[in-house]
């Protein structure tokens, strides 16, 4: 299968692309390469890239491709709170011109990368499966699920849309992100000793490893259509349902040196829901997700040592996607749109 995967050089795309190579599918990437020199560690696994904007795509870029796996996005909420206009404009108005792009190509699989984020703001212990109400609290969230109306909307008997609705990730990555909370609160570990919570830590949140989330889009590139058509599931572990603070915990058994503190001034996190993953273990019986928090708080602090994560980096722009667009910004590199000047 030939695929294009948005987004490839990104925190889940620089592990979900080679992923698709080594299961033997042929894989380009298409990326406007806003991180790059923020490198963790090398990357020695390669695939075809292009340089370029998702929303510029066109039919004739995608014609002779099987299936488009979209990662690209602003990736999290401190950016929507920067812009709503860019988390829309690239979030929902961007994965319209890649989605209608690979229809009128005749691409007959796209693959959306959402979020469970968008279950955001459920406020109770009940787990939430993909027939729960939707109360996105953010730009983000609300960009995920304005995007998964629209795609269903063009679904058709030759364009099949699916879905994915991610747990947040976590894990090593070529292009590490550290404001995801598990590798935030590994970071804070290692280069500080305290496991600092930035919240109360009461709020629940589901967590996923990015190496099984690239085990999610094979299993559905490789599923028949029925199965897929039009079509969203909820993408992690039941089990991986976790309140902060007992991440903070897991961590502190990984990590035992490290103390467990609250940031002064900490409240609640308005972001509480748990969530059902058994619809998509129950489509795909042999999917199961490999890794648990522990075994990734395990696999972060390996990495960190291993790469020589520092303070300076840890504090710096290279891993914090709010940091770095602001750094880009601040530097000329981006225009008001994010997109890149040409001089750069």
């Known amino acids: 299968m030939r695929i294009l995967v948005t987004g490839h050089h990104g925190y889940i795309g620089s592990v979900v692309a080679p992923q698709l190579a080594e299961a033997g599918h042929d894989v380009t990437g298409l990326d406007a390469f806003l991180y790059s020199g923020c490198d963790f560690g090398p990357d020695s696994r390669s695939v075809e890239q292009w340089r370029g904007d ?23 909420d401190p950016l929507g709170d920067l812009s709503r206009e860019w988390t829309f ?10 989605a209608e792009a690979a229809k009128a190509a005749g691409v007959g699989r796209f693959v959306f990368a959402s979020s469970c984020s968008m279950y955001g703001a459920s406020g109770h212990d009940d787990t939430l499966d993909e027939n729960a109400p939707l109360k996105p609290l953010t730009a983000y969230a609300e960009s995920k699920v304005r995007a998964e109306e629209s795609l269903v909307g063009l679904a058709d008997s030759s364009f099949s849309p699916v879905s994915l609705r991610n747990a947040t990730a976590y894990g090593s990555s070529p292009r590490l992100r550290l404001d995801v909370v598990l590798n935030n609160l590994v970071g804070w570990a290692f280069t500080t000793g305290e496991i600092r919570l930035l919240s109360d830590g009461s709020a629940w ?4 490893h990015v190496r099984d989330i690239g085990r999610a889009v094979l299993a559905v590139l490789a599923a028949p259509r029925e199965l897929v058509h039009a079509s969203a599931y909820n993408v992690g572990a039941t089990d991986e349902n976790y309140r902060i603070r007992d991440l903070a915990a897991l961590v502190h058994d990984v990590l035992p040196e490290c103390r467990v503190e609250t940031a002064p001034g900490a409240g609640a996190d308005a972001r509480s829901y748990r969530v059902d993953f058994g619809r998509f273990e129950q489509a795909f019986p042999e999917y199961r997700s490999e890794w648990t928090a522990t075994d990734g708080a395990r696999e972060l602090a390996t990495s960190y040592e291993r790469n020589g994560l520092s303070w300076e980096l840890f504090d710096g722009s ?19 749109r994010l997109r890149r000047r040409a001089s750069a």
């Open 318 to 336: 290279r891993y914090t996607r709010l940091k770095r667009l602001r750094e880009l910004l601040d530097s000329g590199e981006v225009d008001g």
């Open 89 to 98: 404009d690239i979030n929902l108005r961007g994965t319209l011109v890649v």
């Open 54 to 76: 998702v929303r510029d795509v066109t039919p004739a870029q995608l014609r002779d491709f099987d299936a488009v796996v979209h990662l690209a996005a602003l990736s999290n």
């Open 205 to 208: 949140r589901p967590i996923v």
